[in-house]
Structure formats: C-alpha cells, structure tokens
C-alpha cells in the first residue's frame, strides 16, 4: 500500500485569513491521522503565511504522543528550502522525513524540482548533516530532468529518496498526452529506483487522478496531498475522503 501524508498547510491558511485557533491545525491533523492517514506533512515559510513555527512544535507533539497511544506509526514530513534557520528547525523538531524543495522564499507553491547536477555538492552537505541525526531526507524532483547524468548526480548527494513533483502528471490527466506524460514519470520513476532511492509524489495529486498514478508507478511509497484533499472534504468530509483515498492507494 502508497502511504498517505496528509498536508495541513492549507488548513493553517484558512486559520490564519481570521486569526485565532479556528479550524485547529493540530486537531485537524491528529483526526486525519485517527482517520487512517499514514502521516503528517508541512511546508513552513519564512513569512509564516500558512504554517507557522509553533505548528510545527505543536503537530510534532501530538504526533509522537499519538504514536505512543496506538498501533503502527505515524510520521512527520518537514518540507522546506534549507536554509539555515529551517535546518536548524528540523533538527530540533527531529521529524521521520525532511523533504527538501528549491522553492525560493516567495514563490506561493512548490513549482520546480531540483536541478540535482548543479546542486550536488550542497545538497550532499546538507542531506548528510540531516541523515547523521536519524532523518530521511527526500529532495523535490522534476521527472523530464531525470536522466542518466542525473541519477549519477543524486546518488552522489546520498538523499534516501526522491519526490517526483506531480503537476505535470496532473495536468496531463483525462487528456490526449495522459500517456506519454505517465510514460516520462514511469521511466524517471524507474531509474530513480534502480539507484537506490526510495519514491514519494506529491502536487496536484487528488481523488480523480491517484488511482491512476498507483497503476502505473507502482514504486512509489508515498504520496502527500493537502490543496485537493482539503477541498473535497468540504463536500465529502475529512473522514470518507481520507477513506476514498487509502482505499485507491491500496489498489
């Protein structure tokens, strides 16, 4: 079965358009995780715009203390820019999964993977500062970028995992170019783990086009999903949407 991340941040939005604690990050995440989600991601900012620090302190607390109250385990993914203050964030929150993107302060999304043959060197510094403190660390990549040179590249930066970036995928979904767009992230998909690294996906992912991305990249491990997610629920619920998900995730 893919995991479920569950990502929060546009929960933290909604919260922050009002001011106040309405809708609660951390109780959305921990009924996300009751729900059955396999875990619980974030994307803090600089500018604090959708997560802010304490979430991040605060969702890290409930989330070990739910692991302690039931079965099976739950993780935490971090994704951000490594600067130094968000390393230093993660290191001391400590979570599973550091997800590391190339996205510019301002930029409003994830938009670009990394251009790993140019980045090598920083990113094997980085990746190896965070993975001495027990966290996994999956960069951010482009699937059309992935080629030889860059499988030599990424392996050299000594990630654990990639993160194909999906919005490619989904917009080529229920088109005429459905296919040959799969075909680029079945083959990236496919050298990316002959070099060792695990899979996870993520952007624009939702209930209409995941099925689909599970047949045909049956590598992948993980997906995370918030904007889509977050939006159906307001029709479906969180619980059936969650339930709609890890029922296509298993197959």
Known sequence: MIALSVNVNKIATL??????????????????LRFGANGITVHPRPDGRHIRRQDVVDLSAMIKDFNST???????NIEGYPTEDFLQLVEHIGPDQVTLV????????????????????FLNQVCQRLQAKKMRVSLFVDPFDVDAQF??????????RAELYTEMFASAFATPTQISVTKVYAQAAQLLRAAGLGLNAGHDLS????????QQLPEIEEVSIGHALIAE????????????????LQG
């Open 233 to 248: 629920s307001l029709y479906l619920g969180l619980e059936e949407t969650i339930r709609r998900y890890l029922k296509q």
């Open 15 to 32: 919260r922050n358009s009002r001011g106040g604690q309405v809708p609660n990050v951390v109780h959305v995440a921990q009924d996300a």
């Open 151 to 160: 499988v030599q590249a990424i392996a050299k930066t000594q990630a654990l």
């Open 207 to 214: 209930l209409q086009n995941v099925s689909w991305l599970r």
């Open 102 to 121: 190339p996205d510019p302060p301002e930029v409003l999304t994830s938009n670009a993977g990394w251009k790993v043959v140019a980045h090598a060197e």
């Open 70 to 76: 039931h079965e099976g385990h739950r993780e935490f």
